[in-house]
């Protein structure tokens, strides 16, 4: 149980294009579903929290404009990164909470996605 | 500010010795930590969580403590086999708080 998805699972893209992932639960509804960035060899940097039906709430530093979040429906939330830079370039992972045992807030991860932009 | 530091960015041992890890916080008061294991090119896997209120939690070959006192937890695994080998992570939790906020993570290599 517990799965979370995320779609795909590595993009290439142009300079100036716009880049979309999906983050799904499969398994379990997610009120709140987390969206982390992390560079190589380095730790995880939560960019934003997206919770489902309302706006996302986003980190100190970084640019709601520029990473779009939608969170639609308790399974799904997309990130879209907009005009997309060779420094966006990253490894992208979303995490989600299990609505149904919040007292654990325990997150469960996606296998994140891989983004390379040229 | 708040901060996090896991001991080492590295750590390599030989298998089946205890591989102890550390988690230092500062600026914190959790009311619980996570260990979380990754894996190169995977996301994080939740391993165990340890309350304010425990001193020690056991899951097969891993053990959590945790002293609020020092503001540390140790992650240690027994028996350590060459699959332990990954990047694993803690993240304490603070009351109230909605998100968690990782370590800099500790590169595990158990050496055949």
């Known amino acids: 149980g517990a799965v979370v998805s995320q779609h795909p699972s590595r993009v290439i893209c142009k300079s100036g294009t716009s880049v979309k992932i999906e983050c799904r639960s499969l398994?379990?509804?997610?009120?709140?579903m987390f969206w982390y960035r992390q560079f190589p060899k380095k730790s995880l940097m939560l960019m934003a929290t997206?919770?489902?039906?309302?706006?996302?709430?986003?980190e100190q530093g970084v640019e709601k404009d520029k990473f779009l979040i939608n969170h639609a429906s308790l399974t799904l939330s997309t990130l879209t990164v907009t005009s997309a830079h060779p420094e966006d370039s990253s490894f992208y992972i979303c995490s989600a909470r299990d609505r149904a045992v919040p007292s654990t807030d325990t997150q469960y991860f996606g296998p994140g996605t891989r983004l390379t932009v040229l | 500010s708040q901060k996090i530091e896991q001991n080492s960015e590295a750590l390599n041992i030989q298998e089946g010795k205890t591989a102890t890890l550390t988690c230092n916080y500062t600026?914190?008061?959790?009311?619980?930590l996570q260990w979380y294991r990754q894996d190169p090119g995977r996301g994080p896997v939740f391993l165990l969580l340890?309350?304010?209120?425990?001193k020690e939690k056991r899951k097969e070959r891993l053990k959590v403590t945790f002293d609020t006192t020092l503001k540390q937890s140790l992650f240690h695994i027994t028996a350590s086999q060459p699959a332990d080998s990954a990047t694993y992570l803690c993240?304490?939790?603070?009351?109230?708080?909605?998100?968690?906020?990782f370590g800099t993570g500790t590169r595990l290599t158990v050496i055949p």
């Open positions: 997206s919770n489902e039906g309302s706006k996302a709430t986003y």
């Open positions: 398994d379990f509804q997610a009120t709140t």
């Open positions: 600026n914190y008061s959790p009311a619980y």
């Open positions: 340890i309350r304010e209120n425990e």
């Open positions: 993240a304490p939790k603070s009351p109230g708080a909605n998100n968690l906020f």
